[in-house]
């Protein structure tokens, strides 16, 4: 069986909570990414929250906060998150049934790695509902 730590990403660009929205926001261009965890500085990189391209917009300029807001103002911290040892199956499952499209990898509380539809996608590595369903998810964000 396949697990996560064998198709994450394991280079993620993260933020810290002394880094504010527009900084968040000019990683995300920079790296071609619209998910950036938020982690603890000062904790060997605690996963604390996450940011979406969709929380820049909604709950940040949308609200209009400024650039210079803290991440966590608008950072998710309900986090649904893997550990390494997860199966690819079960993390695709968890994708589907949550409508998501990127998921942290920890050990512990440590980020150590992304998993995403596309790392799924490529290697063709679904189960068949969870494929069918990850499909419309990306499909819904296509229009």
């Given at each position: 069986?396949?697990?996560?730590?064998e198709v994450m990403t394991t280079d993620t660009v993260t933020v810290t909570l002394q880094d504010n929205i527009f900084e968040a926001a000019i990683k995300m261009r920079?790296?071609?990414?619209?998910f950036?965890?938020?982690?603890?500085?000062?904790d060997s990189k605690?996963?604390?929250?996450?940011?979406?391209?969709r929380?820049?917009?909604?709950?940040?300029?949308?609200d209009k906060h400024a650039g210079s807001t803290s991440v966590q103002t608008i950072m998710s911290t309900d986090i649904r998150a893997v550990s390494e040892n997860t199966s690819v199956d079960e993390a695709a499952e968890l994708m589907a049934a949550g409508?998501?499209?990127?998921?942290?990898?920890?050990?512990?509380?440590?980020l150590i790695?992304?998993?995403?539809i596309g790392d799924l996608a490529?290697?063709?590595?679904?189960?068949?509902?969870?494929?069918?369903?990850?499909?419309?998810i990306s499909q819904q964000h296509l229009h």
């Amino acid at each position: 069986m396949k697990t996560v730590k064998e198709v994450m990403t394991t280079d993620t660009v993260t933020v810290t909570l002394q880094d504010n929205i527009f900084e968040a926001a000019i990683k995300m261009r920079d790296n071609d990414t619209g998910f950036i965890p938020v982690i603890d500085s000062n904790d060997s990189k605690q996963l604390l929250g996450v940011i979406t391209d969709r929380d820049l917009v909604i709950r940040g300029y949308a609200d209009k906060h400024a650039g210079s807001t803290s991440v966590q103002t608008i950072m998710s911290t309900d986090i649904r998150a893997v550990s390494e040892n997860t199966s690819v199956d079960e993390a695709a499952e968890l994708m589907a049934a949550g409508q998501i499209r990127r998921l942290p990898v920890t050990n512990g509380k440590k980020l150590i790695g992304i998993v995403s539809i596309g790392d799924l996608a490529v290697r063709n590595i679904f189960a068949d509902e969870a494929g069918e369903a990850l499909s419309g998810i990306s499909q819904q964000h296509l229009h």
